[in-house]
């Protein structure tokens, strides 16, 4: 089995509600805080995803609904 890395960002909202997300990792430990300014966050609304697909493929979902207008939040 291969290995790939992973990073997850939990994030608390005000009402009490908690997400925790993995993905890629987009940041190591070499950068700086000002080196990651957030400059633009997406949400996708994919729903469910097959029970044996790879991070990588999830990934790519994420990045096709992004390129596609008509199936991202922002």
Known sequence: M???????VIID???GSRGVF??????SDQFMDEDC???QV???????IPKKATLEQVV???LAQIEAPTGMLQ
């Open 37 to 39: 300014t957030v400059e």
């Open 60 to 62: 790519q979902m994420a």
């Open 22 to 27: 993995i993905g890629t990792p987009i940041t």
């Open 2 to 8: 291969s290995m790939q890395q992973v990073q997850m």
């Open 42 to 48: 997406w949400f996708t609304n994919i729903q469910s």
């Open 13 to 15: 909202l005000e009402d």
